[in-house]
């Protein structure tokens, strides 16, 4: 963490739930006056309690010190009343709901209500800035500053008329919250690690659809062989089955990924309807408390998990390579975004590297032969692999 940065002295926060408690208290850590406005009075009259609590966790992880909560605490303003949230904001951050329409209203209402020098920026997990930023005339000065929940990682992206000074400002912000930034080249669905996580969880998903694979051993090859806590359907069961089946709705990518989509939806489909979206309701995948994969003996029968392994990495390489190829962040900023989203020492372009063009081609054709990814696909990766350099 470094000092604030001189552009920005206060920070506004659309919308007090999850992200705008979690975030506000970060920026109030590391010096920044931060005002939370959001329409419901209650979940505003929540906000200390909840924030309490973020920062027991902020404290315990180390990410700042148990003096330092106070007066953070007292940095944060609530408010009901646009005008007074808009009034000395250098900067805007919107985390208000997943929705296109309320997104958009609510920039053309704090670019009207903002000072003209004032970035509004929207933290969106699945639109694409160019899908929001025509509701605001300070195109300019308006990007998305996307974080996630638990990592150090922050996606800035422009959209059409974004500064590079606009850009410059995000990054440095960043930088004083302890993040780290990845500025994408270009606009991405999803981002770097999202994009990487679904290629994820949809090939895992497939694998049960199809009757290839259980939910056990899909969790327990990814788990044991990248020494990760958790497998892609614990991670399904930890985002929520609504939340991810209404994304994959929301996705719009190739006819090839549009059908693997459509092949695994209705079983996501199945278990929101019966009430089962996860974690948050006790069951999803598995049951909650107590889940299985976080009982010593989940691991204990290795078989089958080295072939499972290698077509679930498989995708995720295969989506980076194709992030990279699409011309959305170099190879090494794919790995960093990985590292810093994930807490590994290592990224998919250091498999690809690990595995050089010859197996990459052989990977790939198990994988179209599996139907997780297509032909054209496959070619087009193996092009840029083989240009990598060596
Ligand atoms: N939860 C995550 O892990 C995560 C991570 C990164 C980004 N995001 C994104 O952040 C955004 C918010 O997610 P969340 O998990 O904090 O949701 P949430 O439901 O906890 O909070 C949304 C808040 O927005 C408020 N709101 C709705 N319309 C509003 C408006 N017009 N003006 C002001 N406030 C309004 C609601 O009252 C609610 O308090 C979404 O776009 C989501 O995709 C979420």
């Not at 997990?125 to 150090?152: K, M, N, Q, T, Y």
Request: net charge negative.
């Amino acid at each position: 963490m470094t000092a604030p940065i001189e552009e920005v002295g206060t920070v506004c926060y659309i919308g007090a739930g999850t992200m705008g408690c979690v975030n506000s208290l970060v920026a109030a850590v590391s010096g920044y006056d931060v005002v939370l406005y959001d329409l419901s009075e209650e979940t505003l009259s929540m906000v200390a309690e909840r924030q309490r609590g973020f920062a027991e966790h902020m404290v315990a992880i180390g990410y700042c010190t148990a003096e330092a909560v106070p007066d953070a605490l007292a940095r944060v303003r609530t408010t009901s009343d646009p005008a007074d949230a808009a009034a000395g904001a250098d900067l805007v951050s919107e985390s208000v709901v997943e929705q296109v329409g309320i997104k958009r209203d609510a920039h053309a209402l704090f670019d009207r209500l903002c000072g003209p020098s004032t970035i509004l920026t929207t933290n969106t997990s699945s639109l694409l800035v160019s899908e929001i930023e025509g509701a605001v005339e300070r195109g300019g000065r308006f990007a998305a500053l996307h974080s996630h929940l638990g990592s150090p990682l922050y996606d800035i992206v422009g959209g059409p008329r974004t500064t590079p000074e606009t850009i410059d400002v995000l990054r440095r912000f960043v930088l004083s919250l302890g993040g780290v930034p990845l500025v994408l080249r270009r606009e991405y669905r999803g981002y770097v690690v999202n994009g990487l996580i679904g290629a994820l969880t949809r090939t895992a998903l497939q694998l049960i659809a199809r009757g290839d694979a259980t939910v056990p051993l899909v969790d327990r090859s990814w788990m044991l062989h990248r020494s990760a806590p958790i497998g892609p359907f614990g991670l399904l069961d930890l985002f929520g089955l609504d939340v991810v089946a209404d994304n994959m709705r929301n996705a719009t990518d190739s006819a090839d990924q549009a059908a693997r989509r459509s092949s695994v939806l209705p079983l996501l489909t199945d278990m929101v309807e019966a009430g089962n979206l996860g974690m948050k309701t006790g069951s999803g995948f598995y049951e909650y408390p107590d889940t299985a994969y976080g009982r010593p003996d989940f691991l204990e029968d290795q078989t089958g998990t080295e072939a499972m392994h290698r077509l679930l990495v498989g995708a995720v390489i295969h989506r980076a390579v194709v992030i990279a190829a699409d011309g959305v962040a170099e190879p090494e900023d794919v790995d960093r975004a990985w590292q810093a989203a994930m807490g590994l020492d290592s990224g998919p372009f250091d498999v690809v590297r690990e595995l050089g063009p010859d197996e990459f081609g052989e990977m790939s054709r198990e994988l179209v032969a599996s139907d997780l990814i297509s032909e054209t696909e496959a070619h087009r990766a193996q092009d840029y692999v083989n240009r990598l350099p060596r």
